[in-house]
């Protein structure tokens, strides 16, 4: 998808202060690198497998969302403050999201190349 963009609209798309050729091709190669998956929650300071996450990783938010039984309170919980990359293939929030499904959305750096 990404050489049909660049054969689209060329080698150019330079901004005015001269950031390219190809700026429009480094972003969107860039916007590969965000995941969203969802995992169960587990007691705080648990490891919680999540495939493909890597230590280096950027959490960028984590959302814990109750269950359809939760009669009050928020529909979710931020816990992207509480949330560590301990290992690779893993996930763990200081607090407890026992009972919760967690929205984990991350970021991998790709190797961008010009």
Do not use: C, W
Not at 27 to 47: R, S
């Amino acid at each position: 998808m990404l050489e049909a963009i660049r054969q689209e609209f060329g080698e150019g798309l330079a901004d005015e202060s001269g950031h390219g050729p190809h700026t429009l091709f480094r972003v969107l190669k860039e916007l590969q690198g965000l995941n969203v998956k969802d995992v169960a929650g587990g007691a705080a300071a648990t490891p919680i497998a999540l495939a493909g996450i890597g230590v280096n990783d950027t959490i960028l938010a984590a959302l814990a969302f109750q269950g359809p039984a939760a009669v009050s309170g928020d529909a979710f919980t931020n816990v992207t403050a509480d949330a560590s990359i301990p290992s690779a293939g893993h996930v763990q929030f200081s607090v407890d999201t026992t009972g919760t499904r967690v929205l984990i959305v991350s970021y991998t750096k790709p190797v961008v190349t010009e």
